[in-house]
T-cell receptor, first 114, second 113 residues
């Protein structure tokens, strides 16, 4: 069965600083991977996804993520954080042929200091 | 282009009661899944519907049931509500059951008292 680990429960960065949120997955075959963002009391908004091909994927709001098979990682990055990026970020893995069955990590709460 | 829509947005139920939550998938999507997100946790997969049939199910008891209609919309029903069922219930949609982008709605907040 697949699993996702987000090692950082909380992260605080200053506005304008760079950001990296870590995500490690466990899955026997080639996974497909997502990052979602959730603002308080809201649903999940898709930031980016990786299915195959180029291991560096670009998303919305200036986010990018890199798939590293050797490290079983899919870390999310942003070069310069804005105060509006404060939210909870979830990494999720889907199984090949697994349809909509995503397995989520426990999330990383991002706080941005002005 | 309408995204995934869910109703109601908030509701309060009493222990032992039954609840029905509704979801309309994103335009063009035919597959709907439901997730439960407890406070401070990541979403947990409940089940998936495709072609009006339950295709996959997570580790949830039979008190959780669902339905998909010919127009691809879906309902989640929970019977004999427990306090522990209090959570945000998220609906997700995609096209087909293979690798495809999955979009989520805003969710329905259920409080059981």
């Amino acid at each position: 069965a697949q699993s996702v680990t987000q090692p950082d429960i909380h992260i605080t960065v200053s506005e304008g600083a760079s950001l990296e949120l870590r995500c490690n997955y466990s899955y026997g075959a080639t996974p497909y991977l997502f990052w979602y963002v959730q603002s308080p009391g809201q649903g999940l908004q898709l930031l980016l996804k990786y299915f195959s091909g180029d291991t560096l994927v670009q998303g919305i709001k200036g986010f990018e993520a890199e798939f590293k098979r050797s490290q079983s990682s899919f870390n999310l990055r942003k070069p310069s954080v804005h105060w509006s990026d404060a939210a909870e970020y979830f990494c999720a893995v889907g199984a090949t042929g697994g349809g909509n069955k995503l397995t989520f990590g426990t999330g990383t709460q991002l706080k941005v200091e002005l | 282009d309408a995204g995934v829509t869910q109703s109601p947005t908030h509701l309060i139920k009493t222990r032992g009661q039954q609840v029905t939550l509704r979801c309309s998938p994103k335009s063009g999507h035919d597959t709907v899944s439901w997730y439960q997100q407890a406070l401070g946790q990541g979403p947990q997969f409940i089940f998936q519907y495709y072609e009006e049939e339950e295709r996959q199910r997570g580790n949830f008891p039979d008190r959780f049931s669902g339905h998909q209609f010919p127009n691809y919309s879906s309902e989640l029903n929970v019977n004999a509500l427990l306090l522990g069922d209090s959570a945000l219930y998220l609906c997700a949609s995609s096209l087909g059951v293979l690798r495809n982008t999955i979009y989520f709605g805003e969710g329905s907040w259920l409080t059981v008292v």
